[in-house]
């Protein structure tokens, strides 16, 4: 069960920013022993995926944080954190070993699977809110919002490695986040119909 919930929270993480879970997984993988990644995924430690994975990092964390650019940019992402998700979830040995789970290690798209739901889960919300937020907000509130899910997406990753048991406080924080993210942008567009002209 732990090794679904690290691979949950990183997929999670990469909802918000596809970039933050693989480089932490990679850096982890490469200094340190808290990750030992699958035969199939050693590339995510190269020193030249790392550096990539960086650079693309750095434009994202410009451009998420640009109102406008930032909903441009969540259009784009809608294929790369997914995409993300499902990487950092296989990596971790989450699809091939889930408490020495047979079944996994025999169906390893269910790992993928469950990695691009979760990133996808975390993205629709995220860029569902983000015009809202930015609408609402005469578009100061995009780049505080966009620090706090970059920093989240940090935090997250670490949890889902060090303490994934703490996941699941997540996993429900998030749901009670969809319910209200929901209802924000329900609200925010009968007003908008509302509004004559």
């Known amino acids: 069960m732990l090794a679904a919930l690290t691979g949950m929270g990183l997929s999670a993480a990469a909802g918000l920013n596809a970039y933050i879970p693989i480089l932490v997984v990679g850096l982890l993988a490469n200094f340190t022993d808290a990750v030992t990644l699958p035969k199939d995924f050693a590339w995510l430690g ?4 790392l550096g990539v994975v960086g650079v693309l990092l750095a ?5 998420d944080k640009v109102p406008v650019v930032d909903t441009v940019n969540d259009v784009i992402q809608t294929a ?11 990596a971790t040995q989450a699809a091939a070993e889930v408490d020495n789970s047979t079944w996994m290690s025999e169906h390893p ?7 691009v739901v979760t990133a996808l889960i ?3 919300m995220k860029s569902t809110a983000r015009p809202v937020i930015n609408a609402t ?4 509130g995009g780049p505080v919002v966009s620090a706090v899910e970059d920093a989240g997406s940090v935090g997250l990753s670490f949890v889902a490695i060090f303490l ?3 996941v699941i406080a997540f996993l429900i924080a998030l749901g009670f986040m969809a319910v209200w993210t929901y209802r924000k942008v329900r609200a925010f567009r009968a007003r908008r ?3 004559p002209g």
């Open 137 to 140: 907000t005469v578009g100061a």
């Open 109 to 115: 798209w269910v790992g993928w699977a469950l990695g």
């Open 122 to 124: 975390v993205h629709v």
């Open 80 to 90: 790369i954190r997914p995409a993300s998700g499902g990487i950092v979830f296989s």
């Open 193 to 195: 119909r509302s509004v």
């Open 59 to 63: 434009a994202e964390f410009v451009l």
């Open 164 to 166: 994934p048991i703490l």
């Open 46 to 49: 190269n020193g030249w995926v």
